[in-house]
C-alpha cells in the first residue's frame, strides 16, 4: 500500500494530516503553499503523484475561505499531475453551515462549495459530522460522512461519570443525542431551543426529561459563541442536574466563547481535533481528543475498498488503542 497511496497536507491540517500518515506508516507527501503578499494563493506539489491515489487532508475551519479556495487549486493540481483519483479529505466542513434556503435571496452555500470541489477534481469526499446528512446530496461523487460519536463515547467511557444522562441542546439534534444514549446505555433529554436571527444567540425555553440529581453530558456538532452551551447548562442546573460536560465534534469557539465557558457551570468541554483552534491552547476546561486514527482507518479501507460500515458503530481495537484518551 505505502508505494501506491499518497498523502499531503493544505495548510490547515499539518499536524492532523502527520498523524494520519503515523498511523498508516507512509510518509507525509511533499508540498508547498505560499501566500503573495496581495493574498493569492499558490500551490506546488513536491513530488511525482502519477497515477498514485492521492488523499489530501485539509479542513475548512477557521479561515473558510482561504483554506476553501486552497482546497480547490489542490484539486486541480493533483489532477494536472495525473494522479489517478485525488480524495478530498475535510475533517471539518465550514460552509456546511449553509445548507438550506430558509429565507429569501440567500445562496445554499454548501451546494456551491460542493459543486465547485467536484469541478476540481475531487474524486470522493471524506469529512466528519456535516452539519446535515443531506449536504451528501450536494455533492455527486462518493462522500463518507465520518461521525465523532463512537471516539467521544470512547473518552465518556474513561471518565468518571456515574449516574448521568445525554442531553440534546434542540430536537434538530436529538437523533444523533439518542446515539450517544444507545452507545453508552442511558437516557436522553431534549432542549427545545430557539434562534431569531444570525447572531449565534439562542434561549432554550423548557427540557424534555428529568435532569434532577443526575449528571449532564450536553452533546452537539460544534459551538461558535459557546451561548447555547452556557445557557442550556445554566438552565440544567436549575432544573437540578448536579455535574454538567459537553461533548462537540468540532470546536470553533472564539476569545468570547472560551471566557463563556470558563465562568459557566461546565466542567469540561470535549471535541476532536478536526480543525486547528488557538483560542482553546490555555482553557482548563476544553479537553481534545483525536480523530485522526479514525481518518486514517477510513483512508485505508477506501484505498483496501473495504467498507467503511464499522466505523460507524464499534471502533476496531488498533483505533481505540491509538486514541489518546485522558480523564
Excluded at 206 to 233: H, M, P, Q, R, Y
Excluded at 248 to 253: A, D, F, K, N
Aim: proline share 3%; hydrophobic share 40%; glycine share 6%.
Amino acid at each position: 500500500m505505502s508505494s501506491e497511496i499518497k498523502i499531503f497536507s493544505g495548510s490547515s491540517s499539518k499536524n492532523f494530516a502527520q498523524s494520519i500518515c503515523d498511523y498508516i506508516g507512509v510518509e507525509l507527501g511533499k508540498s508547498e503553499v505560499i501566500t503573495f503578499s496581495e493574498g493569492n494563493t499558490f500551490v506546488r506539489i513536491g513530488e511525482t503523484v502519477r497515477d498514485k491515489d492521492v488523499y489530501l487532508i485539509q479542513s475548512i475551519g477557521l479561515n473558510p475561505n482561504d483554506e476553501f479556495v486552497e482546497i480547490l487549486f489542490w484539486m486541480d493540481a493533483f489532477k494536472r499531475a495525473s494522479a489517478s483519483s485525488v480524495t478530498a479529505i475535510m475533517p471539518y466542513f465550514s460552509y456546511g453551515k449553509g445548507d438550506k434556503k430558509d429565507e429569501p435571496r440567500v445562496s445554499i452555500r454548501a451546494r456551491v462549495c460542493a459543486e465547485s470541489i467536484e469541478l476540481a477534481g475531487a474524486d470522493r469526499i471524506v469529512a466528519m459530522d456535516l452539519h446535515s446528512p443531506q449536504i451528501q446530496g450536494f455533492f455527486k461523487k462518493p462522500v463518507d460522512n465520518l461521525i465523532a460519536l463512537p471516539v467521544l463515547c470512547e473518552y465518556i467511557k474513561n471518565m468518571d461519570i456515574d449516574n448521568y444522562v445525554i442531553v440534546s441542546p434542540d430536537a434538530g439534534y436529538a437523533k444523533q443525542a439518542r446515539g450517544f444514549s444507545r452507545h453508552l446505555g442511558v437516557s436522553t433529554v431534549i432542549g427545545d431551543k430557539t434562534r431569531k436571527a444570525h447572531d449565534e444567540k439562542a434561549k432554550v425555553l423548557e427540557l424534555i426529561g428529568d435532569v434532577k440529581d443526575k449528571n449532564a453530558i450536553i452533546v452537539d456538532d460544534f459551538s461558535i459563541s459557546g451561548g447555547t452551551l452556557v445557557e442550556l447548562a445554566g438552565f440544567l442546573k436549575e432544573r437540578g442536574a448536579k455535574k454538567i460536560f459537553a461533548c462537540l465534534s468540532h470546536i470553533l469557539l472564539n476569545s468570547k466563547g472560551v471566557e463563556k465557558i470558563e465562568n459557566s457551570p461546565i466542567e469540561k468541554v470535549i471535541s476532536t481535533d478536526t480543525l486547528v483552534n488557538p483560542y482553546i491552547q490555555d482553557s482548563i476546561k476544553v479537553e481534545i481528543v483525536s480523530v485522526a486514527p479514525l481518518f486514517a482507518e477510513a483512508i485505508i479501507r477506501i484505498h483496501n475498498r473495504d467498507s467503511l460500515s464499522i466505523l460507524f458503530e464499534k471502533l476496531p481495537e488498533r483505533v481505540i488503542n491509538a486514541l489518546d484518551l485522558k480523564k
